[in-house]
């Protein structure tokens, strides 16, 4: 255990409820942050399993029974804490800890807790319920360390009574005030603006603490006096009804000061207007639009409680099986006693926001990539900076590693996201790291013409990345079949894949010495595209061959606004020099010099001596049980049946990684990281087949009705109007246009029906954005 596991089991001991930070900041790894906060052995051995070096935040307040006094010591300004306690008392001794700026924690009982305050004094804010604050040996932003005063550790002294003259002055709370109603005028869309402003309200990031929950309420802000163009009192209200309850604490309006930080950020954003947004965004977007759908012949009601029955039909069935496995003591193949349900699919995109947040904070060296570029994207893209950090750790140690069943760590990826939406920092962020790192050689061309010169270069560089920006063209040449070249591409990747673990046979060539013979490539690829360009590239025999399988697809649709704060920042030392040492590893140890070496006549050398990595037996079971969901949902979804039987594998590759991102010394794959892994791959194939897969079809006539349906889609729950879909759609005329709505309305892919505002104008809806609608109507 490490000595940071170890300090946490302590202070739960103690009763102090804990919860881990991300390593070397103050900011939550967990989806609830302080929420999650607890004495529980168990959860904190297995949080600081999965993240050996987070730091350790403290609940404050009732949960653990301690308050505390932050004195905080700034580089410069006038809030120095330090000065700021001379108008006091000497404090009481008591359990005390340094901070790395210079300031102090001191922690307090009582049963009269005091107010939670910021700015409490300049340099000093009073932390309770709500708050947590960071313990010792935590590392500081700054790399300093948290530690106790020497005979002040909770251990070593009593914790005294709370000051009372540290105490915010009581406030008599002002009576609460209704939320304030928009007047009845002659413009019938006021009533709807404050709807649209509670729909993109829903939308938004709770402000939550340590996790600049003050940027999210000025944007919070900003979508109400800029996005809705409502009143500074209507912002104010809608806010304080809405949105700040969601918020982790939430503002206490009834202390002045509070009240007047929370409006501030109202008066902020008005002055201060995104640039790359108009005045209305919101009320002006068709989105947040209310159709009227009254006409449609659809039995909503019914389809809602048909999908909530099967839904819990099928866990009742999967909890069932488990009983009885329990009882008779037999393997469960349906589901895992590990608490990871089979659940049934929705069909909506990222079903859960959480599972998101937790699958882009991997751990250990990823996870420090991840973080290094994630903090220098003018767009931020999380998820597709996994992607290709993954490819690029699966390259870096490529012919180094594997597991006890001969997996390696060659991965195909590919980054989608909409054109301009940040998909090319990440690719241009792993070159610098290479450049720093001096591995540039891992690096492939950022095209390629040929299989013969992609088979070149792995036979001249075994381990080799290749980033490829809009690989969708490359696949559509493949496809279009007019370029022999390119056709033979995919072919010689497939074999590329299956033989990172063998030596890969090149062709057949009249001279002797052409054929080009390898051992164990790895080749890695991590390929960009837009959403259109790659389904144009892809077709359904892709999905039935295998070559897709091999591809993982992280998807993505965001679109963030800018960051125009963003600077350049170097590499971090400490991840260059652990990319150096992983590539410096094992070269010279071998030069192919003997028989059992695999000597041949075109190869540079044979890999080095590899490091096993061993799963351990809760690892197992995790992949064991992903393996046997795998299948089931194989059958439940034919199409995908492939890409379902690579799942486990496609894990257990990115387990690899993970387990020597982790620990580079005796890397073992844990529950912890078997769990991620497995999670991370049903999450990207769940993603692809409510995403993707149905742009995947084959046929003229199913491509057009692909690009009506997606027109359609984009108009979400307000409905494409007739006009609109009949000019988005040129490239048809008029009677085939009609002809393949009709047969869309027949398979009950889209729905038809009035306008709700002027009940003459022809709308068409996608069912689930019809579906939406009304469980909104409905809650």
């Not at 006038?78 to 001379?86: F, M, P, T, V």
């Not at 603006?193 to 919070?220: M, N, Y």
């Not at 659940?343 to 909506?348: A, G, L, N, P, S």
């Not at 692809?688 to 729950?717: D, H, W």
């Amino acid at each position: 255990m490490s000595q940071l596991s170890e300090c946490a089991l302590k202070y739960a001991e103690l009763g102090w409820h804990v919860f881990p930070l991300a390593p070397g900041k103050k900011t939550p790894i967990t989806s609830h942050g302080v929420k999650d906060a607890t004495v529980d052995e168990a959860q904190i051995r297995a949080w600081w399993e999965r993240w050996p070096t987070a730091n350790i935040g403290v609940a404050c307040g009732k949960q653990s029974g301690i308050y505390v006094i932050d004195v905080d010591v700034p580089a410069s300004g006038d809030a120095n804490g330090l000065e700021s306690l001379k108008e006091f008392p000497q404090l009481p001794i008591t359990v005390k800890q340094h901070t790395p700026r210079g300031g102090f924690h001191a922690f307090y009982k009582t049963d009269d807790a005091p107010a939670n305050r910021n700015s409490f004094r300049p340099g000093i804010d009073l932390r309770g319920d709500g708050y947590y604050v960071v313990l010792a040996p935590s590392i500081h932003p700054n790399g300093g360390v948290y530690a106790w005063d020497a005979g002040h550790a909770p251990w070593e002294v009593e914790t005294a009574a709370y000051p009372d003259y540290m105490r915010p002055a009581r406030q008599t709370p002002r009576e609460a005030q209704p939320p304030l109603a928009v007047q009845p005028t002659s413009r019938p869309h006021d009533d709807d603006t404050i709807r649209r402003a509670s729909l993109w309200l829903a939308e938004c990031d709770p402000a939550v603490q340590g996790q600049a929950g003050h940027d999210k309420l000025f944007w919070a802000a900003q979508g109400m006096v800029n996005g809705c163009r409502l009143s500074d009192e209507q912002a104010y209200s809608t806010l304080a009804s809405e949105y700040n309850q969601r918020c982790c604490p939430p503002w206490d309006l009834s202390v002045q000061s509070e009240e007047k930080d929370f409006r501030r950020k109202i008066s902020e954003a008005r002055r201060n207007p995104p640039r790359d947004k108009p005045v209305g965004w919101i009320v002006d977007d068709p989105d947040y639009a209310m159709p009227d759908a009254s006409n449609v012949k659809v039995d909503v009601a019914a389809l809602l409680r048909e999908r909530a029955a099967n839904a819990n039909l099928e866990m009742l069935k999967i909890q069932e099986e488990f009983v009885e496995s329990a009882q008779s003591e037999e393997p469960f193949s349906g589901g895992n006693n590990l608490g990871y349900w089979i659940t049934d699919e929705k069909d909506e995109k990222h079903v859960d926001d959480n599972e998101f947040q937790f699958l882009v904070q991997p751990t250990g060296l990823l996870g420090e990539i991840c973080s290094w570029i994630n903090s220098t994207s003018i767009r931020s893209q999380p998820f597709l900076t996994l992607a290709c950090s993954l490819t690029f750790l699966g390259v870096l140690y490529g012919r180094k590693i594997k597991d006890a069943t001969g997996n390696r760590t060659n991965l195909y990826a590919m980054g989608v996201a909409r054109s301009s939406a940040g998909k090319a920092h990440a690719p241009h962020q792993i070159r610098r790291l290479c450049e720093a790192a001096g591995c540039m050689d891992l690096l492939g061309g950022d095209d390629v013409a040929s299989d013969s010169a992609l088979e070149d270069k792995i036979s001249r560089k075994p381990a080799t990345l290749f980033l490829w920006d809009e690989i969708g063209y490359l696949l559509a040449n493949i496809r279009s079949g007019k370029s022999p070249h390119h056709a033979q591409i995919v072919s010689l990747l497939m074999k590329l894949y299956s033989s990172a673990g063998n030596i890969y046979l090149g062709k057949e060539y009249a001279e002797k010495d052409k054929q080009r013979v390898i051992v164990q490539p790895c080749c890695c690829i991590y390929g960009m595209s837009t959403p259109e360009r790659l389904s144009d590239g892809i077709s359904p025999m892709d999905m039935q061959d295998g070559w897709l399988s091999r591809c993982l697809m992280f998807l993505s649709d965001l679109y963030p606004i800018k960051n125009r704060k963003i600077r350049e920042k170097p590499v971090p030392n400490g991840i260059s020099e652990q990319c150096r040492e992983w590539f410096l590893r094992g070269q010279g140890a071998t030069d192919g010099s003997s028989v059992s070496q695999f000597v041949t006549s075109h190869y540079t050398q044979a890999p080095p001596e590899q490091t096993t990595i061993e799963s351990s037996r809760e690892a197992e079971r995790v992949f064991i049980v992903f393996d046997n969901e795998s299948t089931e949902r194989g059958k439940k979804y034919p199409d995908m049946a492939i890409l379902w039987a690579k799942s486990e594998e496609n894990a257990r590759k990115i387990a690899l990684i993970i387990a020597a991102s982790e620990n580079s010394v005796n890397p073992v794959i844990s529950e912890s990281i078997a769990d991620y892994s497995c999670r991370l791959v049903r999450y990207l194939l769940k993603d692809f087949r409510v995403i993707l897969a149905p742009e995947i079809v084959s046929g003229i006539t199913e491509q057009q009705k692909r690009k009506i349906v997606a027109c359609i889609r984009q108009y979400g729950i307000s409905g494409c109007t007739k006009a609109t879909l009949t000019r988005r759609t040129q490239w048809a005329n008029k009677r085939q246009r009609n002809d393949l709505i009709e047969d869309l309305i027949e398979a009950g892919e889209i729905i038809r029906g009035l306008d709700g505002r002027d009940k003459r104008t022809l709308n068409y809806w996608t069912v689930e954005n019809f579906l939406k609608f009304k469980e909104g109507e409905a809650k």
